[in-house]
């Protein structure tokens, strides 16, 4: 018998890197206040090393090409996406000509402005792409059952997330078997179209099933019944130096509304 597996779940489960191992609640409180302060600095100057340190948080947890796969991705049409919009729409303080594309005049000021809210944008959406990416939503829903949240709720909130990643991979099952039966799945947007509807049949057959599983599993686990549920796995308290981390994260959101509001306030005092 492997006794060192069974005294695994006695014990407070840990991956063994510093971010991972972090309270959910933590890391998410952490991430919610990094997410905020790009929404009140708004400047390409603060939103890019922001970025860019997300990725670096990504590859030191392991879990950069999950992340890179996701964010590159964002980047590239909120990029493409918000320079044209910033371009064509932006009609004042365009002063200073950048480059011009067969007749049309690109401005430095636009431009200016259209990274300013690509790196808003990026760095508000990466930083909770971060969390996900790195926290099980199973351990943050037990995380909120920690602090009171009922069992019923906490598995609603897991079932819905989980389902969108089990219908991903039903459909990517049901496109493969179709394939191999001869229907052509691969092409362009017709055909992809045509061999689309087709399994949407057999996927909500499948989610159907699904649900009536998780009902019989739920079921012979006594999930209604009325008193304090147990748990395989056990997740380690906040400390008092990831409070510390987490409420130092928040001051740092705070000082970024100061150094925002700083500069009106001169001005109405002057």
Known sequence: MDTGFINSFREYQ???????DLNPLTKLSVCFALAFSTLVMRDYRYGIPLCLVLCLVAALTGKFKEFITLFGRLCLIIIIFVTFIRQIGMRTGNV??????????????SFIRGWDTISFILGFSGTLLLFFTTTPMRDLMYAFEQKGVSH???FIMLASMQNIVDLKKASVTILE??????????????VRAKAFFPTLGPLILAAIASTEQKAIAMDARAFSVQRKHTFLRELAPATQSEKIFSMAAWVWLAGTIVYKLYPFVLKLLA
């Open 152 to 154: 019923e709720t906490s």
């Open 14 to 20: 840990k991956a063994g890197n510093l971010w991972i």
């Open 177 to 190: 078997s179709q394939k191999s039966r001869g229907i052509e799945t691969d092409g362009n947007i017709l």
């Open 96 to 109: 200073t000509p950048l480059i011009s594309i067969f007749g049309w005049q690109w401005y430095l000021e």
